[in-house]
Structure formats: C-alpha cells, structure tokens
C-alpha cells in the first residue's frame, strides 16, 4: 500500500522568509500524482500545487514551488516571501494514477511569524 | 463557478442514531469522494462515486454507506453511530476521477455524544 510521511509535525518561518516543507513517499506504481493542501483553521482543503510523475519540471504557482526528486519519492514545498495568510496545516498527498483516492500524509502545521 | 457545498455543516448526535451528510459537486464534476478526518488517523478515504456508481470504498465497516444521485449530488450515511465517528467529513469533487485534480467542501463537522 501508498504511504506518505510529513516527518515535520510543525515549522514556523518569520513573515518574508522562504520555508521548505518535507514529503516522502512510497510505491511501486509509475504512474501517479502528487499534490500538496493547505487547511486553514476555517477547515477548508485548498489546493496548493500539483505534481504528475511523468513531468520532469517541478510545478510552481506563484510563491510556491515544489522539489520532486522521483528516485528519492521526495516532493517538497518550498514556500517564498511568507504570508501571515500561509498559516495552516499543510498535507501532502498522493494519487495512484487511474484511481480516485488521495492518500495523505500526517500534515505539517505551519506558522508564521510577524 | 460555485464550490463544493456540503451540508449541514454541523450537526450533533448519540450514539447509535443514524446520520445522513450531503454533498453538492461543482458543476459539471461528475466523480465525488469523501473523506473523514480525525486528530487521531489523519484524513482517510471513505468511498468514491462516479456516474453514480460506486468506484472505489476504502476501509471502513458496512455502517458507512453512501450513494449519488443523477445530477451527481451525493450523500453519505453513517447508521449505529459511535462515539469514533466523531471527525470532519469532506467531499471532493474533480471532473474526471483518473486525472483531474480534487476540491474541497468545507466539511461537515459530526459530534457524536
């Protein structure tokens, strides 16, 4: 079976500041998804990024990048010039492709700092 | 485009009541999951449909049942509730269940005293 580890329960990162949050990850598939959510505290699952194994190039949306390293099962978010606003839980996530079950890591609770 | 709606939002019970969630896609996504999420296990897959058929159900007991409708709204029941079934439940909807990506409700947050 998949499994996910965000071995980093909690980060803190000061207002401004670039933060790198850490996924690992397990399978034997090749065809997969990746994807990284921020739960505020209002509970509402956002999506922040998504990966697909076959591309090469790291996914970016603004200030947030990832770092997928495919031999390794590694997918990081690295989150640029911290916002009061990026305070939140944030779960890492995989897909088997053809399939519609997320599976989750434990989730990293981010704070920032003024 | 209107998100994924679920209702109610909160909602309190006893142990061995039923309860009946519901879940509206945004429009035009046809394939809702849902998923229950606890301090204790983290977010787990409860079960998936698509055209209303059930695809895919992960690990939990025969009590948590669900079903879509037509215009692809979904609804998922929980019978003989216990005190463990207290979490928040949120649905996903996504267009395609193999490739597209999947966004949130708001959850329904279920106290079972």
């Known amino acids: 079976a998949q499994t996910v580890t965000q071995s980093q329960p909690e980060m803190s990162v000061q207002e401004a500041e670039t933060v790198t949050l850490s996924c690992t990850y397990d399978t034997s598939e090749s065809d997969y998804y990746l994807f990284w959510y921020k739960q505020p505290p209002s509970r509402q699952m956002i999506l922040v990024i998504r990966?697909?194994?076959?591309?090469?190039q790291n996914a970016t949306e603004n200030r947030f990048s990832v770092n997928f390293q495919k031999a390794a099962k590694s997918f990081s978010l690295k989150i640029s010039d911290s916002q009061l606003g990026d305070a939140a839980m944030y779960f890492c996530a995989y897909r088997q492709g053809g399939s519609e079950k997320l599976v989750f890591g434990k989730g990293t609770k981010l704070t920032v700092n003024p | 485009k209107a998100g994924v709606t679920q209702t109610p939002r909160y909602l309190i019970k006893t142990r061995g009541q039923q309860v009946t969630l519901s879940c509206s896609p945004i429009s035009g996504h046809r394939s809702v999951s849902w998923y229950q999420q606890t301090p204790g296990q983290g977010l787990q897959f409860l079960f998936e449909?698509?055209?209303?058929?059930?695809?895919n159900k992960g690990n939990f007991p025969g009590r948590f049942s669900g079903r879509q409708f037509s215009n692809s709204r979904s609804e998922m029941n929980v019978s003989t509730l216990e005190l463990g079934d207290s979490a928040l439940y949120l649905c996903?909807?996504?267009?395609?269940?193999?490739?597209?990506?999947?966004?949130f409700g708001p959850g329904t947050r279920l106290t079972v005293l």
């Open positions: 990966q697909e194994a076959y591309k090469q």
């Open positions: 449909y698509f055209s209303e058929t059930q695809r």
């Open positions: 996903a909807s996504s267009i395609n269940p193999s490739t597209d990506t999947q966004y």
